[in-house]
């Protein structure tokens, strides 16, 4: 499990919230686009249990039980990093909305004594799994708290984890009445199994959003949640107690410029996008030009989960506003671009689409 430090603290680059600085063309305004651009959709989800196993088994790479809000689901990878979620009817749908993998019903069972735990269910390809697991420590708070993702479901999501907390466990698994070993960090001493406690964020690969700027009704769902003199954000309460916060400063009268994405549950910050200095308005990017800028994650309130830069370039009439990681490196193997097109000239309605370029 590779662990690395987030920066922590601020360098000067990421500090305070500072117009794009970009020169707009003033006959391009339109009065009649009250809603600025969205250029990203972000998912993000705290699991306060999540029992973690690493196999050496030929198809199988990882099972991971989670417990979100006393529901559990199961997330499953194969040895090529692509992951199945397994989620049973009744379980809340803020953990899978976003989320572009491949979902299925596990008939999931799991049964908790003290430190032990018994999990039952059915993978995505028909196999009866049973776990039994054991915590065989205290728990451990981690300094190093920036965790890789192992590259799964890289084609997919680009995702950040805070691993706050872990427990040693021991497992023992079988897969059809075979049993499938545990790999080890310290031969037949240590296994990869953990009991954790961590956050996921990122942003996922999405199919084609339409989006006006002009009725308010094809804004999912997206209203002012506050307005002053100086700027200006939108709210979008996802479900339950998530939700989506887009914050701008406003630049002159006309132009709305994107300085944070923040995530939300219970009314707590958990993930939050921070754009250095803001984003140009997304609406009124003259033809062919360019402009870039630096971007950084929080996460759980630590800055500096990941940092990079960011460009946005109008080519051909179609925007392109692009995120290039640089640190950590293990999060930095691919690009996530947004492309917004609008639909006929001086219309109030564009199509967003996010999606992942290998670096």
Known sequence: MDLKHPLGTRPDQYAGVRESGYNYNPAKVNEEFIYPVFPFSIFFISIREEIFVELEHEHWWTLEICNFGGEWFVLDAIASGEQFLGVDKGMPCEIYLNLPVI?????????????????????????????????????????????????????????????????????????????????????????????????????????????????????????????????????????????????????????????????????????????????????????????????SVSLNGIFGYSTGSVEVVNESGVIYCTLFPEYPYWASNRHIRSRIRYQGENSGDIIRENFLVPK
């Open 103 to 295: 979902k299925f019903e596990p008939g999931l069972q799991v049964m908790k004594s003290g430190n032990a735990y018994n999990v039952m269910y059915t993978s995505i390809d028909g196999e009866n799994i049973r776990i039994d697991f054991i915590i065989k420590s205290k728990p451990i708070k981690l300094k190093r708290r920036n965790g890789s993702t192992m590259g799964h479901s890289d084609n997919l999501i680009w995702a950040l984890i805070d691993i706050e907390e872990l427990r040693l466990g021991k497992a023992s698994v079988i897969i059809d009445n075979e049993e499938a070993e545990p790999k080890y960090l310290i031969p037949k001493i240590i296994q990869k199994s953990f009991l954790i406690k961590q956050t996921i964020a990122g942003i996922p690969q999405s199919d084609e959003v339409e989006m006006s700027l002009i009725n308010s009704e094809e804004m999912h769902g997206f209203v002012i949640d506050s307005q002053d003199k100086t700027s200006v954000t939108w709210k979008g309460e996802v479900y339950n107690q998530f939700e989506t916060r887009y914050n701008f400063i406003k630049s002159g009268d006309d132009y709305l410029e994107l300085f944070a994405i923040e995530g939300r549950f219970e009314g707590d910050e958990i993930v939050k996008f921070e754009f250095f200095p803001a984003l140009p308005d997304l609406r009124y990017i003259n033809p062919e030009h360019e402009w870039s800028g630096k971007f």
